[in-house]
């Protein structure tokens, strides 16, 4: 990385971003588990609808927005795929992947849900592991990589299935319902398991831990990370927790990635630039975040619904292929990494 070349006295790239975005985020997501940690104890209860502005913000915010750039990066990650070829790639895998998706969600909405669900576990897993190894220098070691797929995917994922199991399965069986109405799923989960879900995860976080203290990389970060994560999924109610997590931890960090493979990119964040690639970011994202958007309303018009679950089975079809390119990316930079 650039960042490593710069003479000392510079600021480097992971020392502005961890004080000036990695940071403050993990200070704020913190701030917010707290707050609901004394609300629910003065039994305050948020509305659904106010829950939800965090997803209805990131139609628009971030959240959408942060795949609409696909088209482009293998041409931006190999000098020698032309834009041309890069673009007509990533609209087959698209339609292919996104379809076979849709296909499943209609088909067979539960599974569908099930499916979607282990694929953001692994795809928010590995927008953390990027983060922990370009930007705080974690080896590149399979088993540490797995371990921390698991748990920073385990986190939004089974977290709020663990603390608030009602408002899970409800969000599952209200979506799911869209499309089937005759589709049920469980209606509750047994304290039994609840209690032995969140046994396993403590010791896959504890694992961890210790693995990435063997192979080397952030340990402290890491452990804050998580900590700090596990506390506010649990606190936080979970579609207000989901939705801020993608808009303002994934999302924000996948674009700073993006940012990345700009000419000059590194740089300007390494000089404290942080606002300006969001701003360069929104303004390209555009026109492919409004044909998301139109996907959105029709996909409304044929559920009859212009509400959370909609927007989460458009999500569904549109991570399938997104993980993918992701997952070349990552793919890309660890060749680079072992030369
Ligand atoms: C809303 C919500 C859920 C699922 C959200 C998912 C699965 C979102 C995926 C978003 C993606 C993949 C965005 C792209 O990066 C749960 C956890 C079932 C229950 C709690 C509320
Ligand atoms: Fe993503």
Redesign the pocket.
């Known amino acids: 990385m650039t960042a490593a070349l710069a003479p000392r006295t510079r600021p480097t790239l992971p020392g502005t971003l961890e004080r000036g975005l990695l940071a403050p985020t993990t200070a704020v997501f913190l701030a917010v588990a707290a707050g609901f940690v004394v609300l629910d104890a003065a039994g305050v209860v948020v509305p659904p609808a106010v829950q939800a502005v965090p997803?209805a913000a990131s139609v628009l915010l971030f959240?959408l927005p942060?795949?609409a750039l696909d088209h482009l990066v293998p041409a931006r990650l190999d000098r020698r795929i032309g834009v041309a070829r890069s673009i007509a790639t990533v609209v087959l895998l698209y339609a292919v992947l996104g379809g076979a998706t849709a296909l499943l969600w209609a088909l067979a909405p539960l599974p569908a849900?099930i499916v979607?669900?282990g694929?953001?576990w692994f795809?928010?897993g590995q927008g953390d592991l990027w983060v922990d190894r370009a930007l705080r220098g974690a080896r590149a070691s399979r088993l540490d990589g797995a371990l921390t797929v698991a748990v920073r995917g385990a986190l939004?994922?089974l977290v709020?299935?663990v603390a608030h199991p009602a408002?899970?399965l409800g969000?599952?069986s209200g979506t799911t319902r869209l499309i089937d109405p005759a589709s049920g799923g469980p209606g509750s989960v047994a304290p039994a398991l609840r209690v032995g879900l969140a046994a396993a995860l403590l010791l896959l976080v504890v694992a961890h831990l210790l693995v990435r203290r063997r192979v080397g990389g952030p340990v402290r970060a890491a452990a804050a990370e998580i900590a700090v994560l596990a506390l506010f999924f649990a606190a936080v109610p979970?579609?207000l927790a989901?939705?801020l997590y993608?808009t303002f931890w994934?999302?924000v960090r996948h674009i700073v990635r993006l940012e990345l493979l700009e000419p000059g990119g590194a740089e300007g964040l390494a000089r404290g630039r942080l606002l300006a690639p969001f701003g360069r970011f929104m303004r390209d994202a555009w026109p492919v975040t409004l044909a998301a958007v139109l996907l959105l309303a029709g996909l409304a018009l044929v559920l009859h619904d212009a509400g959370?679950g909609t927007y989460?089975v458009l999500?569904?079809a549109?991570?399938t292929p997104?993980t993918v390119i992701v997952t070349w990316m990552d793919r890309v930079g660890l060749r680079a990494r072992r030369g």
């Open positions: 997803f959240g942060h795949g849900f979607f669900i694929v953001t795809h928010w939004p994922m709020p299935l408002d899970y969000v599952v979970p579609v989901v939705g993608f994934h999302a959370l989460l999500i569904a549109l991570t997104h």
